[in-house]
């Protein structure tokens, strides 16, 4: 089985439109084709994402998806955290 960490544009794309490579991804997540690893961090990203109003996905599909991607995760917890900043440009 394949393991993967989905970016939430993946996610967001997915729950957008139902043809193309994230629908597929989303599928073989919640199939249990692809072991999805994800961290609270993560989570919390994609739910904050999906709930942003100009992106008008249906809060029934949006927490569905959701509550799937929640139940078949594999959670974990980074053993180190990097900040990143932005360069100030001059």
Request: hydrophobic fraction near 40%; charge should be positive.
């Amino acid at each position: 089985m394949l393991k993967a960490v989905y970016d939430t544009n993946v996610v967001v794309s997915g729950l957008i439109s139902d043809r193309g490579i994230p629908a597929l991804l989303l599928e073989l997540a919640f199939n249990k084709r692809v072991a999805l690893f994800l961290s609270p961090e993560i989570f919390d990203e994609y739910e904050r994402v999906v709930r942003r109003p100009k992106l008008q996905i249906p809060k029934i599909q949006r927490e569905s998806v959701l509550k799937k991607l929640r139940s078949l995760a594999h959670w974990v917890e980074p053993r180190q955290r990097e900040s990143l900043s932005r360069k100030t440009r001059n």
